[in-house]
């Protein structure tokens, strides 16, 4: 009799317990859901909280950015109240069959896990929890909770805002060179750059739009949703015909220099690469030889080799003096012949140095405008005019005369 008896409690441990607890049933589902944060780094977060006929409770994580869900997480103040903040979320669910508006959650450093759920009934509440608790926190929001008109308004001021800046992208895409087809070719690389931004600017926006619409703060049929998207498909249409003029244009150039026809000795397999030859930041495809004199860096460097000359001319013929005068002591000292001749030669040697370093300026103008007149077959040349291309006036005049500012001119 003994034995019946312990196999018959162990049927009922065995299965009428489970029975009983898969029995509970669900009351409540609450999902809550926070829009990444950019300013703080706060991540994307849903949260789905299960509330059951037994008023115990579970929560599920889900943080898209990090590709991890599921993440079971419980309200610490679902039983009790924390740091003097007089709210009980059991409480509040079972006096009003509802679930509490907002879960203030502890951003855990990107730690899937362990992110600390607080319910609370109000903004205020919640606004209360992030102060009292501290740490890094934000506040996720009950997916049903109306909206006010202020939060709506500035949603709808935020959308129209990105209306029209990709109008204005799509607009100033017009308006510059990629638009130009003589040049478009050289700057091939860089257009497809601006059209990149523009698809990345979209999608950005798109995001957005689709934060309010999950959120209920608006929804797809609001006047100002439409518009958005038909602005956006205006701008999708826009960039795919540009694409095609980028790629048609990509592939005049290839034909043109044969590289799909060559064989491959790089990682490319002989595709033209617009990178490799305008260079990481299109250098290459934007210099222009008229403005190169102007070019702020290198009228700066040709200015400072010309300061180098100007301290030279100064300097040296300074060195030459103090140098003379220690040889002439050395002559005076020694009051012999050879030494008197040796450094009557040094002294020499260093006033022909020091003139010829003060009169380069002069025999560079000079052999210029010999070489000027050769060319020209002028028979006259002007002294001290020299007769340089107006593009490179610049370049000459940075380096000869330096510390003339009508000379040498740095654009800022």
């Not at 026809?261 to 490319?268: H, L, R």
């Not at 103008?365 to 000027?372: F, G, L, M, P, R």
Request: charged share 25%; hydrophobic share 35%.
């Amino acid at each position: 009799m003994g034995k019946i008896k312990y196999i018959i409690f162990l049927i009922m441990t065995i299965f009428i317990i489970p029975i009983d607890v898969n029995a509970k049933e669900i009351k409540l589902s609450c999902n809550y859901y926070h829009a990444y944060d950019q300013l703080s780094g706060n991540p994307e977060v849903t949260i789905k909280c299960d509330i059951y006929s037994d008023y115990s409770h579970m929560c599920y994580m889900t943080v898209p950015s990090q590709n991890e869900t599921d993440d079971k997480e419980k309200i610490i103040n679902w039983e009790k109240t924390v740091k003097k903040v007089d709210f009980k979320a059991k409480d509040y669910v079972k006096n009003y069959n509802k679930c509490p508006d907002y879960l203030v959650v502890l951003a855990n450093g990107g730690v899937f896990g362990n992110y600390e759920l607080h319910a609370a009934d109000t903004n205020e509440t919640a606004t209360t929890l992030q102060t009292n608790l501290g740490g890094k926190r934000f506040t996720a929001r009950n997916k049903e909770l109306e909206y006010s008109e202020n939060e709506k308004k500035q949603a709808e001021e935020n959308i129209a805002n990105s209306i029209q800046k990709i109008k204005e992208e799509i607009d100033n895409y017009d308006l510059s060179e990629c638009k130009n087809s003589d040049k478009v070719i050289t700057r091939i690389s860089e257009c497809k750059s601006t059209i990149e931004a523009l698809k990345n600017r979209i999608g950005s926006e798109e995001k957005n739009v689709s934060n309010y619409i999950s959120r209920n703060v608006l929804s797809e049929n609001d006047e100002i949703v439409k518009q958005f998207r038909e602005e956006i498909n205006n701008a999708q249409k826009f960039i795919k015909n540009e694409q095609t003029v980028l790629d048609e244009e990509d592939k005049k150039i290839k034909e043109e220099l044969e590289i799909g026809d060559k064989p491959s000795s790089g990682p490319n397999d002989g595709n033209w690469d617009p990178e490799s030859l305008c260079g990481k930041d299109n250098e290459n495809c934007n210099i222009d030889i008229t403005k190169f004199c102007t070019d702020p860096y290198v009228a700066r460097t040709l200015k400072f080799i010309g300061l180098l000359l100007v301290l030279a001319k100064i300097l040296i013929p300074a060195l030459i003096i103090g140098l003379g005068f220690v040889d002439l002591a050395k002559i005076v000292i020694s009051g012999k012949m050879d030494t008197a001749k040796k450094q009557a030669v040094n002294i020499v040697k260093r006033v022909i140095i020091g003139v010829a370093i003060f009169l380069i300026p002069t025999i560079l103008i000079t052999i210029y405008n010999v070489a000027y007149s050769i060319a020209t077959d002028s028979e006259v040349v002007t002294d001290g005019n020299l007769h340089v291309p107006k593009n490179f006036k610049n370049c000459v005049g940075c380096i000869l005369d330096a510390t003339n500012e009508n000379a040498c001119i740095i654009n800022n």
